[in-house]
């Protein structure tokens, strides 16, 4: 089976601004893959190429196994959710829907037919003969998402698709794509909310400044950049386990209660195994104690923060 999507140093530049920098990643089949970056990183611009509505300057792209620059037929087999609404306003929310299927091939009845089940789904039943100008910013979303579903592509390519979604509905919409993900489909996704990346996110590639500061599995990136700060719990917290903490002077390095568990930070040099031997004694039973992974937000903050301010002095510098 070939990856869903595949991006090899692509670039893209606007005059002296370079909005894409020899950006390479891969989206493996049947996962959700996540583009992150703060505004203005060049998340939609690479969409864009990829949906090839605007041209790469170098570089390849394979999506499903073709170059949409060259086979336009493979952007069929996509669900493009832009970051603007393309909705025509003037139409009401099902025969908008159905609009969209008919450009993707399917038949009028097939589209109807897909676009009541989708509206029931996404709690729009109701609306369905609105006018898309009548809609709140919530339900035009999630009825945009729906013209975007309702082919059955392979992969979903969409552009902060919980922009205008309230939290109920946001957690409807994570349901829809976990959803799509699980019968076989792949989702490429742009965002700049840390929380739903991480709560949707098989992969992530983080961009600042149009390059790429972090790529990879996101449980294999927590481990690999979690450092030596670890929790520990016992069995019941008391002053003799405070004492016992502050003892331990030998492993550890600094430490902070919170509530009933420590967070204990590792001094360099020192082993788990010297932690665990200084913390388990005959009168402390260790009830839980892990490595704490960092989140995917402190990792963006690493990362994307330094490479977005080191992009921006080098413009300048060339201005």
């Known amino acids: 089976m070939h990856d869903a999507l595949v991006v090899s140093d692509v670039c893209k530049r606007y005059d002296d601004h370079v909005a894409v920098s020899e950006l390479s990643l891969v989206v493996p089949s049947g996962r959700i893959y996540g583009i992150l970056g703060p505004n203005g990183?060049?998340?939609?611009?690479?969409?864009?190429?990829?949906?090839?509505?605007?041209?790469?300057?170098s570089g390849r792209i394979s999506l499903l196994g073709a170059d949409p620059a060259t086979d336009r037929g493979v952007l069929r087999r996509v669900g493009y959710l832009p970051e603007e609404r393309g909705l025509y306003k003037g139409m009401t929310a099902i025969d908008a829907i159905c609009f969209f299927g008919r450009l993707k091939g399917m038949s009028a009845r097939l589209a109807r037919r897909a676009a009541r089940a989708w509206l029931a789904r996404m709690g729009l039943a109701d609306w369905s003969l609105s006018?898309?100008?009548?809609?709140?910013?919530?339900?035009?979303?999630?009825?945009?998402?729906?013209?975007?579903?309702?082919?059955?592509?392979?992969?979903?390519?969409?552009?902060?698709?919980?922009?205008?979604?309230?939290?109920?509905?946001?957690?409807?919409?994570?349901d829809a794509i976990v959803a799509f993900r699980e019968q076989g489909g792949s989702v490429v996704f742009s965002t700049h909310n840390m929380d739903q990346a991480e709560q949707l996110c098989d992969d992530v590639c983080v961009i600042a400044g149009g390059r790429k500061v972090l790529d990879g599995p996101l449980q294999e990136l927590k481990r690999t950049h979690a450092g030596n700060r670890y929790r520990v719990r016992f069995e019941s917290a008391t002053t003799a386990h405070s004492a016992l903490i502050e003892g331990a002077t030998g492993p550890i390095e600094h430490f902070e209660r919170r509530e009933a568990e420590w967070e204990l930070d590792?001094?360099?040099?020192?082993?788990?195994?010297?932690?665990?031997?200084?913390?388990?004694?005959?009168?402390?039973?260790?009830?839980?104690?892990?490595?704490?992974?960092?989140?995917?937000?402190e990792m963006f903050l690493r990362y994307a923060s330094g490479a977005a301010v080191a992009a921006r002095r080098q413009e300048n510098t060339h201005a």
């Open 131 to 174: 006018k898309v100008d009548s809609l709140s910013k919530g339900m035009q979303q999630k009825v945009q998402f729906i013209a975007t579903i309702v082919h059955q592509p392979e992969l979903l390519i969409l552009d902060e698709p919980a922009a205008g979604l309230d939290p109920v509905n946001q957690q409807v919409l994570r």
């Open 41 to 57: 990183a060049g998340k939609t611009t690479i969409l864009r190429m990829v949906m090839n509505i605007i041209a790469r300057d």
């Open 266 to 297: 590792l001094r360099p040099g020192a082993t788990v195994q010297e932690l665990l031997a200084a913390l388990n004694t005959p009168t402390s039973a260790i009830r839980h104690f892990s490595l704490i992974e960092p989140t995917l937000h």
